[in-house]
């Protein structure tokens, strides 16, 4: 079964750091582009980052840009999302999703809970 | 605010056909391939429409996607109670270099 299981997700006091692990099975996760996605609550889909299957290309929205890092390990078929610098606003539930080739989020998870507060 | 327009709800009764807009800009639905996402209460979201009007195996032909200029829209034939969900419109934006969200739309089935 294809499947994308996020974990990591927790409570954190701003300024503070968190990084979310999204583990793959059922598919040869090393040929496709990851992505991670977030909704804030009661709020709409927002797309955060993506990266391509060897890591040679990263992108980010502007909005955490220079905070937020996404790697991957293809041996352990485990994309992360490392998060700095955590701000009230990036409270959310953070999704990961597999690119398929046709450019669509064709697999998603669950979803990790982050929540920035004092 | 998103750079894509959505209405924030539409509504219809079991059996009617209800469509979902989609505005955006030529950097945008303007010049490249539109994608929906269905997300029911409480779950993830689910692919509905990839390339404008390409339905993924498993998905009812009463969906339908179309695209024309800088708009999109989403179609839902034969509404059912389970088509209660958010909509998602998305596209890859080439003024930002990012996958951008529509707000939603709300599906309320009466």
């Known amino acids: 079964e294809v499947q994308l299981v996020e974990s990591g997700g927790n409570l954190v006091e701003p300024g503070g750091s968190l990084r979310l692990s999204c583990a793959a099975s059922?598919?040869?996760?090393?040929?496709?582009?990851m992505h991670w996605v977030r909704q804030a609550p009661g709020k709409g889909l927002v797309w955060i980052s993506r990266?391509?299957?060897?890591?040679?290309?990263?992108t980010y929205a502007a909005s955490v840009k220079g905070r937020f890092t996404i790697s991957r390990d293809n041996a352990k078929n485990t994309l992360y999302l490392q998060m700095n610098s955590l701000r009230a606003e990036d409270t959310a539930v953070y999704y990961c999703?597999?690119?398929?080739?046709?450019?669509?989020?064709?697999?998603w998870g669950r979803g990790t809970m982050v929540t920035v507060a004092s | 605010q998103s750079v894509l327009t959505q209405p924030p709800s539409a509504s219809g009764t079991p059996g009617q056909r209800v469509t979902i807009s989609c505005s955006g800009s030529?950097?945008?639905?303007?010049?490249?391939?539109v994608f929906w996402y269905q997300q029911l209460p409480g779950t993830a979201p689910k692919l509905l429409i990839y390339?404008?009007?390409q339905r993924p195996s498993g998905v009812p032909d009463r969906f339908s996607g179309s695209k024309s200029g800088t708009s999109a829209s989403l179609a839902i034939s034969g509404l059912r109670s389970e088509d209660e969900a958010d909509y998602y419109c998305?596209?890859?934006?080439?003024?930002?270099?990012?996958?951008?969200f529509g707000e939603g739309t709300k599906l309320i089935v009466l």
């Open positions: 999703a597999r690119e398929s080739r046709h450019d669509a989020f064709d697999v």
């Open positions: 059922g598919f040869p996760f090393n040929i496709y582009w």
């Open positions: 990266v391509n299957p060897d890591v040679t290309h990263t």
């Open positions: 030529s950097s945008n639905i303007g010049s490249n391939f």
């Open positions: 390339r404008n009007n």
């Open positions: 998305a596209v890859w934006d080439d003024s930002l270099s990012a996958w951008v």
